[in-house]
């Protein structure tokens, strides 16, 4: 196998290239329409902890004196910030993507490769949105092409506040959405004109095996309606004349043994219903984790990594669908 590394991604051109100096970031835009756009946006979302909705778990709980179903209350939990190395290229460029990961989620993934982060929330500390503002603006600082947003469903809310603060202080770097895709429709439609870049998995076709693997059975139905919906807003992913994505959809998933996950389903959507340019990242790094590590006499089917044979396999799937726009790391000779 030989491993492709780039910088220059080679689909920066034509209708999928936005010069430099012609990119302004959503929020900028939304912001020279008026401060007060955004922070219409901040309230809306805000109103929608008090009877949280913020999720399609839609547990009624008010977070500003409970914790939901997210294990989350009035305020964002943060695992960690820094410049991510180990993104896509795209993303990651040369100065590293800037990475806030937030802790707890609204998954339960039995697989989950951050279990001591989504699962546990292992090393973490509650922040209020003008501390978060103040890491984005870190990230920025130290030369992070964007600010990436990693398990943000459950804290949609707080990310806009803090966006809202960030913005004063002088941000001016793309948004990533880094998603399960387990997202509501209201917290897509609130994060319309913030977000330039969606970044969601699809993570599992089928809903009994959604419901195995994942904790719900619905997410199949939300992530074809959620990524539906940030297509629509952001439309096929761009990039600036260096290769650095700066808007649109780019579609993760991570290929499973036995082909658990449906993957030829997952790629012939993406094609058929979103775009036939959609970029998508096919990821070969399934390994046990989590419960699946723990336990894996509930979950054989599962545990043990995928063979090159799997993953070619996904790469078929995908070219066959329609789809060239591939962010394959390993390629056969």
Not at 65 to 81: L, Q
Not at 118 to 147: F, T, Y
Not at 308 to 325: N, T
């Amino acid at each position: 196998m030989a491993r492709l590394f780039y910088f220059t991604n080679p689909y920066a051109k034509g209708e999928f290239l936005i010069k430099r100096k012609d990119f302004v970031p959503a929020y900028i835009k939304l912001r020279e329409e008026g401060l007060w756009k955004i922070r219409e946006k901040v309230d809306r979302a805000l109103e929608s902890l008090k009877n949280c909705r913020v999720c399609p778990r839609n547990c009624g709980v008010n977070r500003y004196e409970k914790i939901g179903v997210c294990r989350v209350g009035r305020y964002a939990v943060v695992s960690s910030a820094f410049p991510h190395f180990g993104e896509e290229d795209c993303l990651r460029g040369r100065r590293g993507s800037g990475t806030i990961f937030f802790a707890f989620c609204n998954l339960r993934c039995v697989f989950c490769q951050n279990f001591s982060i989504s699962w546990k929330g292992e090393d973490s500390v509650v922040s209020e949105p003008k501390e978060i503002a103040k890491l984005m603006i870190m990230l920025q600082e130290r030369g992070c092409h964007n600010i990436n947003l990693v398990t943000p469903e459950h804290v949609v809310p707080q990310v806009v506040e803090a966006i809202h603060y960030a913005v004063e202080m002088g941000l001016t770097i793309p948004i990533v959405y880094n998603t399960s895709a387990y997202d509501s429709e209201e917290s897509i439609e609130i994060l319309d004109g913030i977000v330039d870049i969606y970044m969601p998995d699809f993570k599992i076709w089928d809903s009994e095996k959604s419901w195995k693997y994942l904790g719900v059975r619905d997410y199949p139905d939300v992530a074809r309606r959620i990524i539906k919906k940030m297509y629509d807003q952001v439309g096929d992913l761009k990039f600036d004349e260096d290769g650095i994505a700066v808007r649109g959809l780019l579609v993760r998933h991570l290929v499973m043994p036995s082909n658990i996950a449906g993957t030829d389903k997952i790629m012939e959507f993406l094609a058929k219903e979103i775009s036939v340019h959609t970029y998508v990242n096919l990821m070969d790094q399934y390994y046990p984790a989590g419960l699946v590590l723990m336990k894996p006499r509930n979950y054989p089917e599962i545990s043990r990594r995928i063979t090159d044979d799997e993953f070619y396999q996904a790469i078929s799937w995908a070219r066959k669908a329609g789809l060239y726009r591939l962010d394959v790391r390993w390629l056969p000779y």
